[in-house]
């Protein structure tokens, strides 16, 4: 079955980095887009980013452009996502996410990992 | 503020027919598919409707999507207690090259 699990999330402190993982696992990763999707407390989603299959294509919600960037290995089934200048806005859960079949309908979601940006 | 527009809340009682608008604009809506997620209290948003219509294998054919121009609608018949949950649209925006959700509507099962 189809399982994605994020990890890499925590506490840090504002201006720094964190970078999130996502181990995909149950179907084959390397011919999916894949997205990063976030939940501020209480609030409604966001999205984040999306890589296409071959890591050649990648797009950015605005507000994430020039300071996040997501990347993926297929060798290693794994999607990444590079949190840079991090301030309490970016405080979230981000869950990973499959993309079905390149339309931008998201099929899988990841339990979600949670960032927390706090002086 | 959020691209796309749905009301913030809904309610229905048991059995009754409920629907969840989603208004937007040409960039998304009206040129792009439009996808609903419901997401239950405490867990990962679940895709409900992808395509304007189609359901996944496993929902209900109690939910059914509509799209007409730049607005979509999620209609949910005999409401049951287990639907009380919030429930997203989204649609790619040509002019955002993004993705863009629904701020969200809350459903309460009375």
């Known amino acids: 079955q189809v399982q994605l699990v994020e990890s890499g999330g925590g506490v840090v402190q504002p201006g720094t980095s964190l970078r999130l993982s996502c181990a995909a696992s149950?179907?084959?990763?390397?011919?999916?887009?894949m997205h990063w999707v976030r939940q501020a407390p209480g609030k409604g989603l966001k999205w984040v980013a999306i890589?296409?299959?071959?890591?050649?294509?990648?797009y950015y919600g605005d507000s994430m452009k020039g300071r996040f960037t997501i990347s993926r290995d297929n060798s290693k089934n794994t999607l990444y996502l590079q949190m840079n200048s991090l301030t309490a806005e970016d405080t979230a859960v981000y869950y990973c996410?499959?993309?079905?079949?390149?339309?931008?309908?998201?099929?899988?979601w990841g339990q979600g990992t949670l960032v927390t940006v706090s002086s | 503020q959020s691209v796309l527009t749905e009301p913030p809340s809904a309610s229905g009682t048991p059995g009754q027919r409920v629907t969840i608008s989603c208004s937007g604009s040409?960039?998304?809506?009206?040129?792009?598919?439009v996808y609903w997620y419901q997401q239950l209290p405490g867990t990962a948003p679940k895709l409900l409707i992808y395509?304007?219509?189609q359901r996944p294998s496993g929902v209900p054919d109690r939910f059914s999507g509509s799209k007409s121009g730049t607005s979509a609608s999620l209609a949910i018949t005999g409401l049951r207690s287990e639907d009380e949950a919030d429930y997203y649209c989204a649609a790619w925006d040509d002019s955002l090259r993004g993705v863009v959700f629904g701020g969200g509507t809350k459903l309460t099962v009375l």
């Open positions: 395509r304007n219509n």
């Open positions: 890589i296409s299959y071959d890591g050649s294509n990648k």
């Open positions: 040409s960039s998304n809506i009206g040129n792009n598919y």
């Open positions: 149950g179907f084959t990763f390397r011919t999916y887009a």
């Open positions: 996410v499959r993309d079905q079949s390149g339309d931008y309908a998201l099929d899988y």
